[in-house]
């Protein structure tokens, strides 16, 4: 609601309005005026600027065939050290995610 809208408003209809919302109506009009003011205003929203860095990037993955032994114990360190994790298995291969 405006305060433009507000001031217009008798010293009654503004409590009636406070007690509808939940706000103290224990106040003068003035009070009141400016405790709808701030309580209706809209918040705002801060949202994260996107970089190029962060923009369109899809996870990188690596399939790692279960057989070939020297693959599957590389990619166990990196998921050991937190650069890595295992996404699925499917068709004889582990799927793992490479972590940034």
Do not use: H
């Amino acid at each position: 609601m405006e305060k433009s809208k507000l001031e217009k408003l008798s010293l009654i209809e503004l409590k009636n309005i406070c007690k509808k919302e939940g706000l103290n109506f224990d106040k003068s009009r003035e009070e009141l005026i400016l405790a709808l003011n701030e309580y209706f205003e809209p918040m705002r929203v801060k949202t994260k600027k996107q970089t190029s860095t962060t923009t369109n990037l899809k996870p990188k993955t690596k399939a790692v065939k279960i057989l070939d032994k020297e693959q599957m114990v590389e990619m166990g360190k990196e998921v050991e050290k937190g650069r890595a994790r295992r996404l699925y298995y499917a068709n004889d291969c582990i799927v793992f995610e490479l972590l940034r």
